[in-house]
């Protein structure tokens, strides 16, 4: 428990509140919603199916429609740059890494230009999705993915690993089709705005900073062995997401 409480302190200092704020989601308390593969969180969600069973998460009561748009938040960070990834699968397959890849919405950039919230505490960058046409009535698992971000432990050349976080959501009613459309991708951030391409550092593919097999070893008063970062040293590119 010790370590647990050291690597909650850890995760706020280095990342802030920057993780998916809305739909709200499952929000595990072992992550406190904010789910780092460099910490040894490594998706697909925030936490599993199990642990919704289990009651260990945020519920969600939003409830949509077949191609109706839902905005997409998160909270903002003093990290910089990168890359948000949205898929959408039927709960039932949410614990499959495989089937999120399969079923991505969108990509945008994680400061997306022009789409970020005031408020009094923070900001809160946002992208906007239709949910999709092939997806059936009921509960549907909405994943977020952060990834080729920046500006680590205030090393602005360090790359740090992905995060992820997962919101349970209704769907009722609205047009069907059983074609899947392909994902889309919108350019513009901070650094770059008005313009097809986004800021990142370290890799522009899912999954590339994802520590697989690796977890912390954690040693008392070392705080950054709570921790596999950084995953990468080099500067910040600018760039699309793979594939586009």
């Known amino acids: 428990m010790k370590f647990a409480g050291i690597l909650v302190l850890f995760a706020g200092y280095c990342l802030a509140d920057s993780k998916l704020s809305y739909p709200p989601p499952r929000g595990n308390v072992k992550w ?33 429609s077949r191609d109706q748009e839902l905005t997409v938040k998160w909270g903002y960070a003093s990290n910089r740059g990168g890359f948000v990834r949205v898929a959408m699968v039927p709960y039932s397959k949410s614990d499959s890494w495989c089937e999120f890849n399969n079923n991505v919405i969108k990509y945008s950039c994680y400061e997306s230009a022009g789409e970020s919230i005031p408020t009094l505490q923070t900001d809160r960058w946002t992208t ?9 009535d009921g509960v549907a698992t909405l994943q977020w993915v952060w990834y080729g971000g920046g500006n680590y432990y205030g090393n602005p050349n360090a790359t740090f690993g992905e ?8 769907i009722e009613g609205g047009p069907f089709s059983n074609a899947k459309a392909a994902a889309t991708f919108q350019g513009g951030d901070r650094l770059n705005p008005r313009s097809d391409v986004c800021e990142y550092h370290g890799s522009n593919k899912v999954g590339d900073c994802n520590f697989p097999n690796k977890y ?20 910040s590119k600018k760039g699309k997401p793979y594939r586009f």
């Open 32 to 64: 406190w919603g904010t789910c780092s593969a460099g910490a040894g969180c490594k998706g697909p969600c925030d936490s599993s199916m199990a642990e919704v069973s289990a009651g260990k998460t945020i519920s969600s009561d939003v409830v949509v």
């Open 128 to 136: 906007k999705i239709k949910i999709p046409l092939n997806m059936p």
């Open 163 to 170: 995060h992820y976080g997962c919101s349970d959501i209704k």
């Open 216 to 235: 912390p070893n954690p040693i008392p008063g070392d705080l950054l062995s709570n921790s596999l970062e950084p995953c990468s040293i080099g500067p």
